[in-house]
Structures are given as structure tokens and as C-alpha cells.
């Protein structure tokens, strides 16, 4: 579980830790820490662009055309009788189809950052230059500065349209275009509704309803309010494709997605089954296969514009008319402790010893799954000892500190997981005893900590004691290497002796190459030979190592046994 205060000194206290159990090993093993990402809504879908122009009507398919697209002698390439247009040779790479990909890949067209506006006359003259071109369409204004390049009359006919209303000059040359849909991430408000002079003249009323026996003259009629502004789509959507032998299928999500990613994809025989994990909430996509595809799926991330391709490979070079027969809750976005857990049955791969009790266990994802956990959510290990399934969560690690940017959690096959070994725990000693080669199941990832409270923080302050430290592991990556607002990130890391610290080595070769990062060892059960700080976790502790300069927003995270982690957050 995690939790957030904030004390007088605002101070945004994390507080990451599971239910107290009986053995210290529960203790440390269910301390888990669980952060995701909940980001600003960026884009939503120009559907019916897509659904006039580029889709079968009988199929749900994004079929992208073999032929030249516009066809020739279509509207698209014609002018109308009597009408001169000049057609202008595009750049590479800013197609009709290239457009439709720019206005799904969450970029902000508007520069308003997805908020609109009421644009007055005054306003709508200042955006007239080709970087920042505004043009009104039926009393709706968009920002036209990004089609450009993409606009077959060119630059220069587009120019026309700058910063006035070119309702008629449209409708001269477009009338037939669907410019709401195609135009709809561009959208940046609507006109200003200008008072009627007819309307204002009028302020006498009369005391009568009849004027020598006549009905008093209806009031002028007010102009119509323009379209209601449509409401933005926060829920993420999917569109596929195929070749002769791919099935592609693309979930934009309409947010940026954080470095470590958020897919999960299984692929069990026939069921295919994914998920994207956006902070607190799940979306799912679920079917039963048309068609026979090869047991591994290939998922690449676009974390910037936040989309993710799934890609199946057919076994068959035939054609799909439709991904599958959706199967219950496809389709469905809900709140993550909402959906039910799901397990995939992994390999043990390999065992290597971090210290004198304390494992990384290397698990392989089966070909069919591919994982991204975000930092900070917890994966659970399932068993059967002695009859009775055996559940514990554990946070994934990377394969190290600071690993290469294609590490083996980033590309979703393997989970590092970090496990203390009890010489009286029931999952860890058969854990530390399970032959390589062996199968555990694997559910999840879950957690509720989202990035949302990393925003603008500028001192990031870790706790961690024992096994604690996993949460922080892939934290201390993120905040180095993703968040740029932040000037200082700092650990103090509490074990009983010298030879328990983990990663000790690599957490001193950071602190030495990076000077935005600090780490403090603190000992309880220290040899005569120690030279770093003695004792247990207090508030005179916490007061020296907890700086607040000036201008700054500090968050502190604390993760270990119960008993810890209670004790320093009071």
C-alpha cells in the first residue's frame, strides 16, 4: 500500500509497505512500494476521418491502401468545374496517411496543451505568420501551423486562410473535405459570439402586448450559438493492420508513457489478451484469434507520443478480416483493483548472489508475454507447497543499478526479483532449493503509487531498510535519468551489518560518477571497524539528512518492515 501526507514543512511523505505479518520475512517481503503513471490526456482519435476515408465498412480494420491514395481523378485531386488549384509536390513523409498518424501520436497541434478557448476577432488577427497560423472555420477556430507541410495546395494557398475567417475561401475549395475530424487535435476554441447591434438598440419594452390593436413585433432573432465545443476523450483506443504474414495492432493511449513502459501482453494458443497499465486505471483487449499466429508477440514502445504495437505473426499468409471474436471485458477501461489478477506460468533462468542471504532470481516470461512494470508496482510469485498455493508480492529490479538502455525489464521477457532468503520462510527456502529450469507463476503487475506526486519535485529523499531498498532500486534510475526537475536524490539506506547492504558496490559507483545522487549507510549491528553512521532511524537523523533549501519541493519515500517504516514517518 501506498499513502501520501504532507506536514508542516511540506514535506510529501511516501509511505510504502503491505499488511504486518507474523515473520519477518512477510515483513519485508510484502514492504513494496508502487508507483505508476497518471499524465495529462494529450489526444484523442480522428475516427471519422478515418472511417470516410481509409476503413472497410465491413471490417474493423485499418486496411492502408496498395494504391496510390487519393485515387486518381478523385475530389481530393481535382478542383472543382471552373475552379483553379494549384497542387504542390509533399515532402517525404507528410502523406495524407502520415497526417492521420501526426494527429494520433499525442502530439500538442494547438500549444494550448488539450485546453480551449472562446477566440475574440483581436485574438484571431494576432495568429497570422507560418509558425503560428490560426484560421476560423463555421465559428471554430483551429491552429492550421502543423498541416502546412502536409496541405496539397502548399504553404501558400493555406496562408490565404491566416488568421481570419475562412468559412467562404473553404468552401470555394474544400467544401467537401470532413475538416472537423480531420482537423480535431487543431481544434483551439470557438469565436467569441459578437453582440447583435439590432439586439442592442432594442432596450425599450412596452407596457403593452398590443399596439393599436395589433401584436407587438416579435423581438429581432438572436444568431445561433455556434456547435457546443466536444468534450475531450480520455479513454485510449486501438486501430490494426496486417501484412502477408503480421497482424499489427496499435493502442494509442492519449498520454505520454513513462521509460520503463506499461504493456502486458499474453498470448495463450488462440487468446490474446493485452494490457496497458496508465496509472491507476487498465485497459484491456481481449479476443479469441481469427486465424492460427506463432507463439511470440514482438511490442514496441513509443513512450513520447504514447502509443504501443503489438505485432503477431501469422502462421498462415492469409487474410484476417477482423483481429478475433472479443471476449468478455475487451475493450473495457476500469480501474486497475478492479480487474482481475491474471498468472503466467515463467521459467527460473538463473540465481546470483547479492549478498550472504539475498538472491536475484532471473524468471523468463513465456514466448506468448511480454511485461512492462512500471516502477514501483509489484509483481506476485505463486506455488503449490504441500498442497496449498503460496502468494508473495516482490518488486522487480533491474539487472543492474543503472543498466543499458535496452535492458532485459525494459524489453518486457525477463523479471529480476530481488529476494532475501529465510532459513524458516516457507516460499523463500523453497525458492533458494528450486532447481533451474523449474516453473512459478507469475500475476500482476499492481501497485496504486503513481508519478503524479514526482511532479516538480525537485529533492527526491529515500528510506529504505533491508529489502526495502527494491522500490527505490528502479526509482533511483528514473529520477537520474527521466526527471529532469530533479536536482538532488538522496538515500539513507538502513541494514543490521556491512555485509547486508545491497548492491553496495554499484550504489557507490553511482554516487561517485553522478553528482546529483547521495547515499548514507546506517547500521544497527556495526563491527569496531565501521566509520559510517550507527544506530536506528530518529528524528535527529532524519533532521541532518532531510535538507529543504529555497524554492524547492521535497518528497520523501520510506519502504522496509512495518516497524520501520511507521516509526519514520512519525
Known amino acids: 500500500m501506498f499513502s501520501e501526507t504532507t506536514d508542516r514543512k511540506s514535506y510529501i511523505t511516501g509511505m510504502l509497505k503491505e499488511d504486518d505479518e507474523d515473520f519477518e520475512e512477510e515483513d519485508e517481503e510484502e514492504n513494496r512500494g508502487n508507483i505508476s503513471a497518471v499524465l495529462s490526456v494529450i489526444s484523442s482519435v480522428v475516427s471519422g476521418f478515418l472511417r470516410n476515408w481509409i476503413c472497410r465498412k465491413a471490417s474493423e480494420m485499418l486496411n492502408v491502401p496498395s494504391q496510390s491514395f487519393p485515387a486518381a481523378g478523385s475530389q481530393q485531386r481535382v478542383a472543382p468545374t471552373g475552379q483553379s488549384r494549384n497542387k504542390v509536390a509533399l515532402k517525404p ?8 498518424r501526426l494527429t494520433k501520436s499525442g502530439r500538442d497541434l494547438t500549444g494550448l496543451r488539450g485546453r480551449l478557448i472562446e477566440v475574440t476577432e483581436e485574438e484571431l488577427k494576432k495568429h497570422n505568420t507560418r509558425n503560428d497560423c490560426w484560421t476560423c472555420i463555421r465559428g471554430m477556430v483551429y491552429n ?47 469565436m467569441a459570439v459578437k453582440p447583435n447591434p439590432a439586439l442592442q438598440a432594442q ?19 438572436q444568431e445561433p450559438l455556434p456547435t457546443p465545443l466536444p468534450a475531450k476523450d480520455h479513454r485510449p483506443r486501438y486501430d490494426w493492420f496486417q501484412t502477408d504474414g503480421t497482424v499489427n495492432i496499435v493502442i494509442h493511449t492519449k498520454r505520454k508513457i513513462p521509460s520503463a513502459g506499461c504493456a502486458v501482453v499474453d498470448l495463450q494458443d488462440d487468446i490474446l489478451q493485452v494490457e496497458m497499465l496508465l496509472g491507476k486505471m487498465s485497459y484491456l483487449l481481449y479476443w479469441r484469434l481469427s486465424s492460427e499466429v506463432q507463439g511470440r508477440v514482438d511490442v514496441q514502445t513509443a513512450h513520447s507520443v504514447g502509443k504501443v504495437q503489438v505485432c503477431l505473426h501469422k502462421s498462415v499468409k492469409d487474410k484476417w478480416t477482423k483481429v478475433g471474436q472479443p471476449l468478455e471485458h475487451h475493450d473495457t477501461f476500469i480501474q486497475c483493483k478492479d480487474r482481475e489478477l ?23 516470461l513465456p514466448p506468448g508475454s511480454h511485461m512492462q512494470v512500471p516502477v514501483g508496482r509489484h509483481v506476485y510469485l505463486k506455488t503449490s507447497l504441500q498442497g496449498t498455493d503460496v502468494v508473495k508480492p516482490y518488486t522487480p529490479v533491474d539487472q543492474k543499478l543503472i543498466p543499458p538502455s535496452q535492458c532485459s525489464a525494459e524489453m518486457g521477457s525477463d523479471l529480476h526479483l530481488m529476494i532475501k532468503i529465510y532459513p524458516d520462510g516457507l516460499l523463500t527456502s523453497h525458492l533458494a532449493n528450486l532447481p533451474i529450469g523449474s516453473s512459478l507463476l507469475v500475476g500482476g503487475p499492481e501497485g496504486s503509487f503513481t508519478m503524479r506526486i514526482l511532479r516538480d519535485v525537485t529533492h527526491l529523499y529515500m528510506l529504505a531498510a533491508g529489502t526495502g531498498f527494491t522500490p527505490m532500486a528502479r526509482l533511483i534510475r528514473l529520477a537520474l535519468q527521466d526527471l529532469t526537475s530533479i536536482r538532488k536524490t538522496k538515500l539513507m539506506f538502513f541494514n543490521r551489518q556491512e555485509r547486508d547492504i545491497l548492491w553496495c558496490a554499484q550504489l557507490d559507483e553511482l554516487c561517485s560518477k553522478e553528482e546529483r545522487f547521495e547515499v548514507e549507510y546506517v547500521l544497527s549491528e556495526p563491527t569496531d571497524s565501521w566509520k559510517g553512521r550507527r544506530g536506528r532511524i530518529d528524528a535527529c537523523m532524519l533532521q541532518n539528512f532531510l535538507e529543504r533549501p529555497e524554492d524547492s519541493k521535497c518528497l520523501v519515500c520510506v519502504c522496509g518492515p512495518t516497524g520501520f517504516t511507521e516509526l519514520a514517518v512519525q
Open 342 to 364: 491474471f498468472y503466467r506460468e515463467c521459467v527460473l533462468v538463473s540465481k546470483a548472489d547479492i549478498t550472504h542471504d539475498t538472491q536475484v532470481l532471473r524468471l523468463q
Open 144 to 190: 492550421v501551423s502543423a498541416y502546412m507541410d502536409f496541405h496539397p495546395g502548399g504553404e501558400e494557398e493555406l496562408m490565404r486562410a491566416a488568421g481570419i475567417d475562412s468559412t467562404d475561401l473553404f468552401d470555394q475549395v474544400h467544401r467537401w473535405v470532413n475538416y472537423e475530424s480531420m482537423l480535431k487535435e487543431c481544434l483551439v476554441g470557438r
Open 203 to 221: 432596450t425599450k419594452k412596452t407596457e403593452s402586448t398590443h399596439m393599436n390593436g395589433l401584436p407587438v413585433p416579435s423581438p429581432l432573432r
Open 93 to 100: 513523409g507528410h502523406s495524407l496517411l502520415d497526417w492521420i
